[in-house]
């Protein structure tokens, strides 16, 4: 009897507690799963809205949209957001439009006069390529990838990122992003000499675009003839020696992305100083939103001059996420990659729902000194953010919160 009694009372304790103790709740979900509401919001009003072909780049002074047309260097970034957002809500719609939005580019297979072929195709034809695996992406970035190599200078040992005139040989620091479609197309498309020309472009930027500090410059230029450094200079930032923020992250991308492609421990230990400079940074704003530029000395003031840019951010979010899955120690990155995505994810940063011209993010720099595209919304911001949010899903095995 006593035995009966204390089994009963035994599986009543456990039923009890089974039903008193719900299953705790990942704070981490709930601001994710907002966000994923916001971005199908967005992303289905924006691909309704806007044409294939005209693709949303970012928001004028006087309210209107700046678009994107063919060989806008940004073009790519809309159709690539529209696929990470069909990934990141599983809304079927997003894919369907991603197609239409992605076939518009074609013609981008012919251009041949700047380095950008790897923003302009991976992120769109690539990223559909990726998910879908249906060929018909395939001749459009076989065309890009074989104009993008024919860039490359085996004297300088880069690609070569601009053919405007009053430069002799210029390469930017963003041209480390274009690299990943070499990378994957050398394997693609059996071109071995890609791995080869993007891992020497790599290690020469590694040579002539950095500080003792590990900033970078934003422009080298070079003598086509000798491969001889010019001048070291700037275009978007604040001065020849500054760090302009989005320079800063498009190197630290870069190497993490070709440590990823090669193994070479050297684009590691490059990427690792880069992160350590940026996260280190004195002014670096507690919500981990940087100014345009570094050397802006105002930064934490509210003042006018310093606005902030959102999608230097989001590259920095992405390109540690990457890097947190590579090294031992790695949580240091995905913690301050997470802050990142909390902040823009918050009011300060992300779009109320049918808002900000149905772009997601608010707050970036496009290039200030020029006066354009100051504290706008911008296509690559919003598809580094989804791209961000993407690992940081899959890292923290978030994926219930996708439509079957
Ligand atoms: N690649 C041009 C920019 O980052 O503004």
Known sequence: MKKTFFLFSAILAVTVSSVAK?????????????????????????AKTYKPGKNPRSVNPDGTVRLA???????????????????????????EQAKKFTL????????????????MLYCSYGNAYRITGDKIYLPALQDGAANLYARFSPTVGTIRSWDFSWWHYPVII?????????????????????TNAASTHALTTMKNHFRKDYSSYHVVDYDPKT?????????????????????????????????????????????????????????????????WDFDVHNALDTDERAPRDASAAAVIASALLDLSTQVKDGKKYADYAEDILKSLSSDAYLAKPGENNYFLLKHSVGAFLYNSEIDTPLDYADYYYLEALKKYASIKKIDSLKKS
Request: glycine fraction near 8%.
């Open 22 to 46: 719900p299953k705790p709740v990942d704070p981490s979900s709930i601001w994710f799963k907002k966000t994923t509401e916001v971005i199908n919001i967005q992303l289905s009003k924006a």
């Open 227 to 291: 491969g001889k450094v010019l001048r070291k200079a700037t275009h978007q930032g604040l001065t020849d020696e500054s760090a302009w923020a989005r320079g800063q992250a498009w190197g630290l991308y870069g190497y993490t992305m070709c440590y990823a492609n090669t193994k070479n421990h050297k684009f590691l230990e490059q990427a690792e100083h880069i992160a350590s400079f940026i996260m280190n940074h004195p002014r670096m704003p507690k919500d981990k939103i940087p100014v």
């Open 69 to 95: 047309g063919i060989t806008d260097w940004t073009t790519g970034f809309f159709p690539g957001s529209l696929w990470y957002g069909y990934e990141l809500t599983g809304d079927k719609a997003l894919a």
């Open 104 to 119: 518009a580019l074609d013609s981008i297979r012919n251009i041949k006069n700047t380095h950008d072929l790897g923003f």
């Open 174 to 194: 963003d041209n480390m992003m274009n690299l990943e479609y070499l990378y994957w197309s050398a394997i693609q498309f059996n071109k071995p000499e890609y």
